[in-house]
């Protein structure tokens, strides 16, 4: 039997899902026998239903055998704006790699930060200038002169270090018992 | 708070799982329904004093703390049964660094209880997962929460990732000095001068792979019948001289002489 | 004005997210200018609202100066099996000690932190750090140069609060200054 319990963990299950969602799975988990697989489909067919109202932006669609939530495609441009703008608060993975190789083998290149990381970084370190987190030191006196880079003063405030030798070794950072030692 | 398990024949008292000294103090006045503010010093120093004899009796772990209390309020009890040292009334309880102490610890305690009511519920709650269409959904860290440590562990990991791309080499020197072309060069320089002193010669060479390879072309000369070797006496100088049968180089090359260099 | 194209936006946006949303760049995405802070506000709150009907396994919360959804408590069980996944670990009594002490005297340092709880807590703040509920803050500038801790972001996440303040005064909290019989 369809209850207010069993679309509520739908909803709950759709939301957590990356992908789409088999109905099967939906059936064992709530797993008391009484809702059987037909009914969890009836009931995700009310859900989707519903979301198809205005004033809602998500639908229910049903691909490759499962159910998942998808964003209205009109609603893809403000979307797009907004991760965009939250993004600023963030720091994205490759970024914080970039980050952590500048500021504990600076001064550093470009070319040289490619290295380690194995990934062109081109677009990331122009991003951590913007955010001023980074900044331009000079050349490298090697063939082609590369930029070197530097962590700005930003970057201690944000940390809370004084001078940039205040930068503990990364190891000591990590393990217990110089940890303690702090 | 979780009780450990008493085992053995029925202990006197019971042992909770205590998070220091003060939470054990607290526990005992709690018990004793005393005044924080007014602790019987001589009671509550021989009720603590109990407990620890029956924390040591099963074997709990006593961490430093607790003894450092327990000669703590020794010398609070010392304290308090000396004659007050001048009349006025101004004089400070002996008592008041630990009542503070406590109060202060009873204060993060209740704040504590608040934490774990909302822990209890909120570690059931889940975030929507379902990310946006035709993104990656790279994980993003707050940059506010970015801290030292996030930034260390960032630096080892990409340098592990590094050092797992970039294998250290195997060292693979290449044979500097070849067997064939040391046998070619002592077979033409002891014909041409008709006599050679190979140790003296050695001598003037400083790479020891140079001298390997010497060593092993003389021999190989030797046995081939291209030189002849002549000592006189042990340890004097070996004399090459053109021996009884031509050198072909093409032909009489041996792979294990080559080998025995290579395992040197 | 809310119209049912800002109601669609918000719930897209907010499905979309992890971690709170602010309101501020909710707005901004919007970027017509016809919607104003307090009118996104407003249509949050008719959004939350609307969840709190039976029938819906999520609700809409406000935390950490932002918004977000969430799945309610009740559905911890099916969702994990569903999921696969075992049930998030408790934290101990010592952990929720130096939450407490951090929380309200940050920035704090451990021997501090150590001093008032009357224990180690080495062990502890570290766990505590994995789990991002306290971060590091700079050091302080005494002999030894010890590292400052914070609480986070996903701790007024992980607790429900908007903003620290909301924490309770332990002097509130505390009634009589003497301890009731158990």
Redesign the interface.
Same mark, same amino acid.
């Given at each position: 039997m369809i209850t &207010?319990r069993v679309? #509520?963990? @739908?909803?709950?299950? $759709?939301?957590?899902? =990356?992908g789409p969602v088999m109905v099967q /799975?939906?059936v064992? #988990? @709530? /797993?008391d026998g009484t809702v059987s697989a037909a009914e969890v489909e009836e009931a995700l067919k009310s859900i989707r239903d519903q979301l198809s109202a205005?004033? +809602?932006?998500?639908r229910l669609e049903k691909v490759a055998g499962g159910w =998942?939530?998808?964003? %209205?495609p009109e $609603?893809d441009d403000?979307?797009r704006?907004? +991760?965009g %703008? !939250?993004?600023k608060? =963030?720091?994205?993975?490759?970024a914080? *790699?970039v @980050?952590?190789?500048v !500021? +504990?083998r600076q001064p550093v290149t470009l070319p040289e930060v490619n290295f380690? =990381?194995?990934a062109n970084s081109t677009g990331v370190v122009r991003t951590l200038l913007d955010r001023g987190l980074i900044r331009l030191a000079g050349r490298k006196k090697v063939v082609g002169k590369p930029f070197l880079y530097r962590t700005t003063k930003e970057f201690l405030v +944000?940390?809370?270090?004084d001078r940039i030798e205040?930068?503990?070794e990364?190891?000591?950072?990590?393990q &217990?018992e110089n940890? *303690?030692a702090? | 708070m979780a009780l450990k398990d008493t085992i053995g024949i029925g202990p006197a008292i019971e042992v909770p799982d205590f998070n220091g000294p003060l939470d054990l103090l607290l526990h005992l006045i709690r018990k004793n329904k005393f005044s924080i503010h007014d602790i019987p010093i001589s009671s509550i120093c021989a009720q603590y004093h109990q407990h620890l004899r029956e924390m040591q009796r099963l074997d709990l772990e006593l961490a430093g703390e607790f003894l450092w209390m327990a000669s703590w309020l020794l010398h609070l009890k010392s304290r308090t049964l000396l004659p007050k040292a001048s009349a006025d009334g101004g004089e400070d309880d002996p008592r008041r660094e630990l009542v503070d102490r406590l109060l202060e610890y009873r204060r993060v305690k209740e704040v504590a209880e608040y934490l774990y009511d909302a822990d209890v519920v909120r570690r059931c709650l889940w975030e929507p997962n379902i990310g946006v269409q035709g993104h990656g959904g790279e994980l993003e860290l707050d940059w506010e929460d970015v801290d030292l440590r996030v930034l260390a562990r960032t630096y080892l990991e990409v340098m592990d990732r590094f050092a797992a791309a970039h294998p250290p080499p195997l060292q693979v020197t290449p044979l500097r000095f070849k067997v064939q072309d040391k046998m070619r060069e002592l077979y033409d320089t002891v014909h041409q001068n008709k006599l050679m002193p190979l140790l003296r010669h050695l001598d003037t060479r400083t790479d020891p792979e140079e001298v390997v390879a010497l060593v092993v072309a003389t021999l190989e000369l030797v046995r081939l019948g291209g030189v002849r070797a002549e000592q006189r006496r042990v340890f004097a100088e070996i004399f090459l001289r053109p021996g009884p049968r031509a050198y072909d180089p093409a032909a009489t090359f041996h792979q294990e002489s080559l080998e025995a260099v290579h395992d040197h």
């Open positions: &207010d679309l #509520a963990f @739908l909803e709950a299950a $759709l939301l957590t899902s =990356r /799975g939906l064992e #988990a @709530l /797993g205005p004033g +809602h932006g998500i =998942r939530y998808v964003t %209205l $609603l403000p979307l704006v907004f +991760h %703008l !939250a993004a608060q =963030r720091l994205s993975q490759a914080l *790699e @980050l952590s190789i !500021a +504990h380690v =990381r194995g +944000h940390f809370g270090l205040e930068l503990p990364p190891e000591k950072m990590i &217990d940890f *303690e702090e | -």
